[in-house]
């Protein structure tokens, strides 16, 4: 086994990479660090996560065998919150629940329409 500081970043294949930083920074906080002709990365919410925003307009939205990706709230009373800042931002929440009493969820959409899971556990 190899020692890793864990999973790093996540690149996303999107139409348009303004808009895509416009939604996670809405959304989640995500602040720009760098930046080319074809891609926008950022940082946060954690700490070590990084998310990068391609422009491979062909390639938007398929998910190439990932079902989607999750970020985990600190405080279950956050899931309201968080799908209006969706909507607001220009994603679709798709569906909302609770795994059990308590431990709430949100299969939502981003405007490329990669499917994030927002919960708590």
Known sequence: ????????HVALAVRDPERSLAFYRAVFGVREY?????TIQVLGPGPHDVLA???RPEAAGVPGGIIHFGFRLTRPEDIDAAAAAVAAAGGTV????????GLP????LDPDGYEIEIWFE
Request: proline share 4%.
């Open 34 to 38: 760098f930046r080319s002709d074809s």
């Open 105 to 108: 969820y949100a299969f939502v």
């Open 53 to 55: 925003f391609e422009r």
């Open 1 to 8: 086994m190899i020692k890793t500081h864990g999973l790093n």
């Open 94 to 101: 798709k569906s909302r629940g609770e795994f059990a009493p």
